[in-house]
């Protein structure tokens, strides 16, 4: 059978992969601290029909010659380019002016465990005061006692009955309470990562370590996280009263839309083509 025919096939799925990332990466537009994929392929392997030869008798070296057999999918990347800042004015909409990544996590027996990451800043108090994300995920910081931040993982606590709610750039949560003294109930603590990009994808704008992207759980000490004041080690800053809206740029979509449109109508030729030289081949008995 023809090479090229198994060559246009392997590259009309490739192209079909990429159709899915570009429609994915539509679909959430206007999705608060989503980060795009991008497709990568590499050329699959060549077969040899003969090899390099060096100078000798009298007669100088020849190349090799070899036949491409199609191309592979190379990699899927997030990008992690920060999106733009939308203007809200509401208090809990947060957003990280720089690398770092939320917090968020699950309370079991007491103890935060299960924690996951995020750049949407949308975040709201459940009944009880304590600030929660859309899925109910606790936000992860530090309290604040006898004057000092406590540096243990807490969640953040905003007693009911409080006037007002301010963040400051550096994560510090202050409040109004109900004699008109200012108080502070803790400290956002933001995640840093060697690689970014080896953060698993979740969903619900949520992300996940792996074995690629680095922990921020301490070796040594598991119940405790590795984490970071805004602003410090290498993290951005909060902004209060924004949010990080999509890095998704749609000229440069529909631009890959196009070119992923036309790389597969090339090889569905390039397929059809094949097919009518097998077609003279099987005619040639009649």
Known sequence: MLRSMYSGIGAMRNFQTKLDVIGNNIANVNTY?????????????????????????????????????GSQLAAIDTIHTSGSLQTTGRVLDLAISGDGFFIV?????????????????????????YIVNSDGLYLVGEGYSNGAFTGNRERISIPTNAQSISIGADGVVNYVDADGVLQIAGRIRLAKFPNNDGLEKVGGSLFRETANSGTIIDPNNPNQWIAYPPGQSGTGTIVSGTLEMS????????????VAQRGFQANTRIITTSDEILQELVNLKK
């Open 247 to 258: 890095n998704v740029d749609l000229a440069e979509e529909f631009t890959e839309m196009i």
């Open 33 to 69: 601290g989503f980060k795009k994929g991008r497709t990568i392929f590499k050329d699959l392997m060549s077969q040899t029909i003969s090899g390099a030869s060096g100078p000798s008798g009298g007669l100088g070296g020849t190349n090799p010659k070899q036949v491409g057999l």
């Open 105 to 129: 996590g699950e309370l079991n027996n007491g103890n935060l465990s299960n924690p996951l990451f995020t750049r949407a800043g949308n975040f709201y108090l459940d009944r009880q005061g």
